[in-house]
């Protein structure tokens, strides 16, 4: 994420699995499904991004099973966004879903949305 916030999706590309089956519900809406729209969309967050701090992570739960493995996380991001002249900083809460593939850890699934206090559900819809 370091990389990504420099504008280079490369890394965390790398990290990904390359199958038909990943998917990404990433930060600013919307979800992908399939290596080509996750890559395309790591590509667009990228772009999005104008050079940052190191990403900060509290790791909450971390736990690995046989080929399987998840961890969560509070992400801390100090960042200037494309159209902004100063920096901005936010939390996500994360979650990465790893699976095994041909002896190696790829990342399967990424969920990351803004961190917020808890809020009654009917003050948003209606």
């Not at 920096?87 to 990424?110: I, K, M, Q, Y």
Request: net charge neutral; glycine share 10%.
């Amino acid at each position: 994420m370091d990389r990504l916030v420099d504008g280079d999706p490369g890394p965390i590309k790398a990290l990904c699995s390359h199958r038909s089956d990943v998917t990404a519900f990433l930060g600013w809406g919307a979800y992908e499904k399939g290596w080509a729209d996750v890559a395309a969309r790591w590509d667009w967050a990228a772009s999005q991004f104008k050079g940052g701090e190191p990403v900060v992570y509290e790791s909450l739960t971390t736990v690995v099973a046989d080929g399987l493995a998840y961890a969560t996380a509070i992400e801390t991001i100090r960042v200037r966004l494309d159209g902004m002249d100063h920096p901005v900083a936010w939390s996500n809460r994360v979650t990465h879903v790893f699976r095994r593939e041909d002896g190696e850890w790829r990342l399967v699934h990424r969920h990351a949305n803004r961190l917020e206090g808890r809020y009654p559900p009917s003050s948003r819809l209606g």
